[in-house]
């Protein structure tokens, strides 16, 4: 059966410190992989996602950045972390052809 | 720019009764379209699905409901249970998209 990893669970890191997020998938070969930002009292918003390894699309501007060096990780980086970077970060798997995604457990990230 | 809308950031129902969540969409060549459960400090879990091809879903107390000359989407749980308690994200998503959109949530509270 396949699993998504998400670590870390909770995360607590100052302005300016860098960030990595990562993300594995088990039991499955060439997923679709995701990054979305649940920023408090708000819904799901798609930071990036990607279709294969090396292949990464953004949806949004901002301050992160991701990677995907192997076929089943997936990683969300940052430089320099702002305060509006603080959320709840969810990496998620899903094989394309209109079926559902699945999601890590997710990390609360709290900028100070 | 928002997609998928869910107008109602929350419901509150009594035990045994119905439960009806609404989501809205704006883009004319989404063609699948799920339900999410989220509990705080996790991951979304999938719930249900429905394709364009069809109008009508059924999973035990689960029904989703799409009419897409509206561009409506609704989740019907019945009967309620205080366990359904949670917040639901309804997505998009459309053939070749390899991504999904996802609305802002409702928070439903079933009361005992």
């Known amino acids: 059966s396949q699993t998504i990893h998400q670590w870390p669970a909770t995360l607590v890191q100052p302005v300016g410190s860098p960030l990595s997020l990562e993300c594995t998938v088990e039991g499955t070969s060439n997923p679709n992989l995701y990054w979305y930002r649940q920023a408090a009292g708000r819904g799901l918003q798609l930071l990036f996602y990607s279709v294969g390894i090396g292949q990464i699309s953004s949806e949004v501007p901002q301050n992160l950045s991701a990677s995907r060096p192997q076929d089943r990780q997936f990683i969300l980086s940052s430089k320099k972390l702002l305060l509006s970077d603080s959320g709840f970060y969810l990496c998620?798997?899903?094989?394309?052809?209109?079926?559902?995604?699945?999601f890590g457990q997710g990390t609360r990230l709290t900028v100070v | 720019d928002q997609q998928v809308k869910q107008n109602s950031p929350s419901l509150s129902v009594q035990e045994g009764r119905i439960s009806i969540l609404n989501c809205d969409y704006t883009n004319s060549m989404f063609d699948y379209f799920l339900w999410y459960k989220k509990y705080p400090a996790e991951g979304p879990t999938f719930l249900i699905s429905?394709?364009?091809?069809?109008d009508k879903n059924e999973d035990g107390r689960f029904t989703v409901f799409l009419n897409k000359s509206a561009k409506h989407l609704s989740l019907h749980i019945v009967p309620s249970q205080p366990g359904d308690s949670a917040v639901y994200f309804c997505?998009?998503?459309?053939?070749?998209?390899?991504?999904?959109?996802f609305g802002s949530g409702t928070k439903l509270n079933v009361k005992p």
């Open positions: 429905i394709s364009s091809i069809k």
């Open positions: 998620a798997w899903g094989t394309g052809e209109n079926t559902e995604a699945f």
């Open positions: 997505a998009a998503s459309a053939t070749n998209f390899n991504k999904f959109y």
